[in-house]
């Protein structure tokens, strides 16, 4: 049974695409929520599975490698996949109301979200570095349309930027990997790193397949196009985006890094990539202080976001520091993914309520939207890493580790990037306690918001306060299959 | 579950008490005025049972620990010993008494649902400081404080609030990181390692191992604490904070925020590093400068305030540090006052916030020229006035002289005769700010033409606490020899922290 | 010279060229080119690979190339079709950025 779960969760959201377009959403609403659903127990049914019996493994249509593609489901996917799921059923949710009201059936959204939703699964259930790729590409060809989708002029050239940078990272990322091939002759993710040492040809391609990766993770200096497509897209796709598409390039980075490249994760090595993530700690969250937009200020907290997970690769080659910043790091992405999604969302209402976000706007809109609100504070207080959130477990471990092992530079970067979270998250919140300037009327009181919008975000969003109870479990699940230097 | 598992989680309920008080708070419509107040008091009033059962269980010797295993390796551990039953006591009451009157003094004004939301919270945040067993939990519940006070700081919305609240975080959010840094670097160092009366033994192995890094990550976490016990040179954020409504004054000088830091000095010197191993690597010799700089400029900054909540507030700032430098003196005695200073403290500053509220809801007054004659027309609440305002003095039998006495009696104990230079100075420099105060309010004549104002019906609420905390003031004082009185509680805990030999 | 390592030392030149391309030029149709002369240049780097034993035929670059091609193909047409909406939308034919 536990088998046919891996092809499954890939499955379901693919059919339910293929259905919704098929017979059009207005007939096939409740298909998606029941698809949506039923991802999600698969997803969560997986979890269980690698939590009590170890890693699972599947081969699809019963071909094995090197010519079958293998599906292989560790802790850490088990994780990412739960996540994915809680995740795309808020957004999916959250999506229908939301897309309702803004006036359109979402004939275009549902489609390209669910089989983003396939892809995303897919690409954590993967062990092999081609369908990796085809999957990398899947994520672009849906994402794109997805920030285009308002149709006016800033999303489609985001979307057009975003298109070209990721295209031109498949293309390096496929380079790698057939250079990898040409050396192992072997596509799996682990046995091409049992079989590549520290040679030439496998730095090469560790190259090549990294910078193409952070091309479509908006890694600093490859960000550019990232704030423009994910705050120009509709709220939902925001949030799939922000909280799920751009990580799991990240993903995938470490994974590479802990399974197939270890051998080349010298300390010079580790310095730059956690460099590159520490400039993007602190000049994204510098960026998000400066916006007059709240989708503008989230996008730019993702880009910092996703930094803290390049500080694991100086810190997991030191013993002292290795089990600890794994953990750190990995609660870091799921407690970013519950938070991020929660503040796209919350952002969503303050555009169907006000017909915009800037962050202005925020002033005197506590009666109509106090839910919304504490979803909106609830989620920034993970993001700058303070207690009782997931996000504040995170840092504790990531500090802990960089502190363990001496690294006391990294541990700087960590405590500094959270002041800097703090500084942008108070700046938004400290609007929304503002008083409404002298003179002003309101010309037309908000609209009312449906129940799924207005508990969505906070259903989210608190997810990552969950984590506070759950940090053991889900540590111990990310151990199973871990590789050594990390249990 | 069994009465025995219900009565062993009693530190669980008495959290979740205000906790579950302020989610239904929030969940709560503006308008629900009544509903608001029930529970407002109805939370107050079981947590204050409920701890009052604490308090019944450690007198007959039981002590609670609840545990949950939050990562691998860190515990979120509540404790109940003596040390956290003064704090979370003192909380336990004096929340009470503020919601009584906070809910009398903020009537009129709007988005009362967040601001009673938060107060409960930030009473959870408080509650959780003083039963926190280890610094992990500590630091928890330390943060959670600071997100709470933020939107009671900024509650009135206008540009001066907002601004305080700005002072507010970049101060309390940067201690944060000071203490963090610390804490993660015991938890580095020594693992999980919970308080322990007079030191914990590991930390005294490491002091002596790697003595430059403990004394960093020691100096590191009081720093972090020393923000929010206002230590010279991080107080500058309290007088600020004044803007914020009279309650939230109150709270955030008597209860929460200034007692949780120096609280915090408590713990730390005395149950993670342990009096000795601060002094030996010099850094308890420091706080005591510090502290007795802090009090020293704390009167002499108050000399100057002609804002009756300005004068207040930085004597809090040197009032506090009466603790802070019981604690870094060492020595029993020195400790007892510093404890007792803690309660006694609270009672009189929080009953004069209350008066200085009083005054500026019912008749407009808020500078200190303005109280001319005042007390013959408001003969209770300038009564209650002049009992906190005697007791900062430290002048018998208020509380306030209890605590000068035991700190003048430590420091003569400790051979530092100069202290008791800075306390008398520190006496006098009290009676120089207060007793103006009082002279205004009692014998100055009243200004012709003061504007009649009838005073409304919910003022009696606002009365009744100050007189309350008034009376309690003046009683620990008198009853200092009753074996559960403030001074009573403090030996008790005085002896677990130095055990007689 | 192998056949294997004339058709990468080709990729390579080509990869250059488009690399070069994808740089330099702002015209989107040109660079949704570049990026397909990219691609092209890995599949043929694959197809050489795929002949990298003379004794012996590798298929399974050739199936990497095939799925490649398949998804190159749609990328390509999804790029063209927004290029065109971006144009009917704006009159540009390049990124706002690239203004000058």
């Not at chain 1, 339910?16 to 017979?23: H, S, Y």
């Not at chain 1, 391609?205 to 600093?220: D, N, Q, R």
């Not at chain 2, 700005?166 to 015991?186: E, K, Q, S």
């Not at chain 2, 009992?387 to 051979?415: C, D, H, N, R, T």
Request: aromatic fraction near 10%; include cysteine; proline fraction near 6%.
């Amino acid at each position: 049974m536990s088998g046919v779960a891996l092809p499954l969760s890939f499955f379901v959201p693919l059919l339910t695409a293929l259905v919704v377009f098929v017979i059009g959403v207005r007939r096939a609403y409740g298909v998606i929520l029941l698809g949506a659903l039923t991802t999600l127990a698969v997803a969560l049914y997986v979890a269980y599975a690698v939590a009590v019996g170890g890693p699972q493994v599947h081969y699809l249509g019963g071909w094995e490698p090197p010519l079958g593609v293998e599906l292989y489901a560790d802790g850490l996917s088990a994780l990412m996949l739960a996540m994915t799921a809680l995740v795309g059923a808020g957004v999916t949710l959250y999506a229908g109301p939301y897309l309702r009201g803004k006036g359109h059936d979402g004939e275009r959204f549902w489609p390209l979200w669910l089989v983003q939703w396939a892809t995303l699964n897919g690409t954590f259930l993967s062990a092999d570095l081609f369908n990796l790729y085809v999957m990398l590409e899947l994520l672009t060809l849906t994402a794109a349309p997805l920030a285009a989708m308002a149709g006016d002029r800033p999303s489609l050239a985001a979307a057009m930027r975003y298109l070209l940078l990721a295209l031109l990272g498949s293309m390096a990322y496929l380079l790698g990997v057939a250079l990898l091939y040409g050396g192992t002759g072997t596509l799996h993710l682990r046995e091409a790193g049992e079989l590549a040492g520290a040679e030439p040809y496998t730095a090469v391609a560790a190259a090549l397949m990294t910078a193409g990766l952070f091309a479509k993770a908006a890694v600093f200096p490859l960000h550019i196009w990232l704030m423009p497509a994910h705050s120009n897209a509709p709220a939902p796709a925001s949030a799939a985006l922000s909280a799920l598409v751009a990580k799991a390039g990240l993903y995938l980075v470490l994974r590479l890094w802990l399974w197939t490249f270890p051998a080349l994760l010298s300390a010079p090595m580790g310095w730059l990539i956690g460099g590159l993530g520490a400039v993007a700690v602190v000049y994204g969250s510098v960026q998000a202080l400066r916006q007059p937009r709240l989708k503008q200020v989230i996008a730019y907290s993702t880009i910092a976001q996703l930094g803290y997970l390049l500080l694991l690769l100086p810190l997991v080659a030191l013993p002292a520091a290795a089990v600890s910043a794994w953990h750190g790091v990995v609660l870091h992405a799921l407690a970013h993914g519950f938070a991020k999604a929660g503040a796209f969302l919350a952002a969503g209402n303050m555009i169907y309520c006000l017909g915009h976000d800037r962050l202005e706007g925020l002033r005197g809109v506590t009666p109509y939207l106090s839910v919304t609100l504490l979803a909106l504070g609830l989620a920034f207080v993970s993001l700058m890493g303070l207690p009782p959130s997931g996000g504040f477990l995170a840092k504790w471990l990531l500090l802990e580790g960089a502190l363990a092992a001496g690294q006391w530079f990294w541990g700087g970067v960590v405590l500094l990037g959270g002041l800097i979270a703090a500084a942008y998250s108070f700046r938004v919140l400290a609007l929304a306690h503002a008083e409404v300037p002298h003179g002003y009327a309101e010309i037309r009181s908000p609209r009312r918001l449906p129940p799924a919008m207005e508990w969505a975000p906070l259903a989210l969003v608190l997810l990552a306060y969950g984590m506070l109870l759950g940090g053991v479990p889900i540590l111990e699940l990310l151990d199973q299959g871990a590789p050594e230097g990390v249990r | 579950m069994s009465l025995d598992a219900v009565h062993e989680l009693l530190p669980l309920w008495a959290l979740l008490a205000s906790v579950i008080t302020a989610v239904v708070i929030f969940a709560l419509r503006d308008h629900r005025q009544r509903q608001r107040t029930f529970w407002n008091l109805f939370g107050a009033s079981v947590k204050l049972v409920l701890v009052l059962l604490m308090l019944h269980g450690v007198m007959l010797g039981h002590s609670y620990e609840v545990v949950y295993p939050v990562l691998p390796g860190v515990t979120l551990l509540l404790t109940v010993d003596a040390l956290a039953l003064l704090f979370a006591f003192l909380s336990a009451v004096l929340w009470l008494v503020t919601t009584v009157y906070a809910v009398a003094y903020l009537e009129h004004s709007g988005q009362r649902a967040r601001f009673f939301g938060f107060f409960s919270l930030c009473v959870a945040a408080t509650f959780g400081i003083a039963l926190a067993g280890n610094l992990f939990t500590f630091f928890l519940f330390y943060e959670l404080l600071t997100l709470a006070t933020w939107p009671l700081v900024v509650h009135r919305g206008h540009p001066a609030a907002l601004a305080a609240g700005r002072t507010y975080l970049a101060y309390t959010l940067g201690g944060g990181v000071a203490l963090l840094t610390g804490v993660v670097a015991v938890q580095a160092a020594l693992g999980d390692v919970a308080f322990s009366a007079g030191g914990i033994p590991a930390f005294s192995d490491w002091a002596e191992a790697e003595p430059f890094q403990a004394t960093a990550v020691l100096a590191l976490m009081l720093a972090g604490v020393g923000v929010k016990a206002a230590l010279v040179p991080l107080h500058r954020w309290l007088p600020v904070a004044m803007v914020a409504p009279a309650p939230v004054s109150a709270l955030l000088h008597a209860v929460a925020v200034v007692k949780a830091g120096a609280f915090g000095v408590v713990r730390i010197l005395q149950d993670v590093a342990g009096p000795e191993v601060a002094q030996t690597l010099g850094v308890a010799p420091v706080l005591v400068a510090l502290a007795a700089v802090t009090i020293l400029y704390g009167s002499v900054r108050a000399l100057a305030q002609t804002d009756l909540k300005r004068r207040l507030a930085f004597s809090t700032v040197s009032q506090v540090s009466y603790i802070t430098l019981g604690v870094a003196l060492g020595g029993p005695l020195a400790l007892l006052g510093g404890l007792v200073h803690l309660v006694h403290q609270g009672l009189m500053k929080i009953t004069l916030f209350f008066c200085a509220g009083y005054y500026a809801e019912t008749r407009g007054i808020h500078r200190i020229d303005e109280l001319d004659g005042i007390g013959p027309r408001m003969p209770w609440i300038s009564a209650a006035f002049t009992v906190g305002a005697l007791g900062m003095i430290g002048l018998p039998p208020v509380a306030g002289f209890i605590s000068k006495w035991y700190l003048g009696l430590g420091a003569l104990e400790q051979g530092q005769t100069w202290l008791l230079g800075v306390l008398v100075l520190s006496t006098l420099l009290n009676a120089a700010y207060f007793l103006p105060v009082l002279r205004r309010i009692w014998m100055l004549p009243e200004p012709a033409g003061r504007p009649e104002v009838p005073p409304e019906r919910a003022s009696r609420w606002l009365l009744y606490p100050a007189l309350f905390t008034a009376a309690a003031a003046l009683l620990a004082g008198l009853l200092a020899a009753w074996d559960v009185s403030p001074l009573g509680w403090a030996q008790r805990i005085v002896e677990q922290e130095y055990p007689a030999p | 010279m192998t056949q294997a390592a004339f058709f990468s030392l080709v990729a390579g030149a080509l990869s250059g060229i488009a690399i070069y391309g994808l740089i330099t030029q702002r015209h989107l149709l040109r660079r949704i080119l570049a990026v397909n002369v990219l691609g092209n240049s890995v599949f043929l780097l694959l197809v050489a690979l795929a002949r990298r034993d003379p004794d012996y035929v590798d298929p399974v670059p050739h199936a990497m190339v095939l799925t490649g091609i398949v998804i190159a193909v749609s990328a390509t047409a999804f790029a063209l079709v927004l290029a065109r909406r971006y144009y009917s939308e704006t009159g540009l034919t390049h990124l706002p950025e690239d203004e000058e």
